[in-house]
């Protein structure tokens, strides 16, 4: 079992910034993709950027291009997300995401942090 540990949300300004982390029990280079997710009340959870740590890609929705940044730290097993220029829109929970397969061929194994609440409000 994986564990995720997010950490950074809070109120903040429109217009202002915040960094989410994501702390992971085990290496996040043995992760096939880490990434964060965002749920608002009453919408589906929704992709907000991934990466492929091992291959240095990354992936970002469009509602963040220019707007949010996701990195990783292998020495610290987190992964980040940079936001900025947030808007009342980006209000939401915001999740840490990890797949893994345990050896070629497996099932994927999917693992979730409990989220940290982002609000954007003047």
């Known amino acids: 079992q994986v564990q995720l540990v997010e950490s950074g949300g809070g109120l903040v300004q429109p217009g202002g910034s915040l960094r989410l982390s994501c702390v992971a029990s085990e290496s996040i280079i043995s992760m096939f993709v880490m990434g964060w997710y965002r749920q608002a009340p009453g919408k589906q959870r929704e992709l907000v950027a991934n990466?492929?740590?091992?291959?240095?890609?990354?992936n970002y929705a469009a509602f963040v291009k220019g707007r949010f940044t996701i990195s990783g730290d292998a020495a610290k097993n987190t992964v980040v997300l940079q936001m900025s220029n947030l808007k009342p829109d980006d209000t939401a929970t915001y999740y840490c995401?990890?797949?893994?397969?345990?050896?070629?061929?497996?099932?994927?194994?999917?693992?979730w942090g409990q989220g940290t609440q982002v609000t954007v409000s003047s």
């Open positions: 990466t492929r740590l091992s291959g240095g890609s990354t």
């Open positions: 995401n990890a797949v893994k397969f345990e050896r070629p061929g497996a099932a994927a194994e999917v693992y």
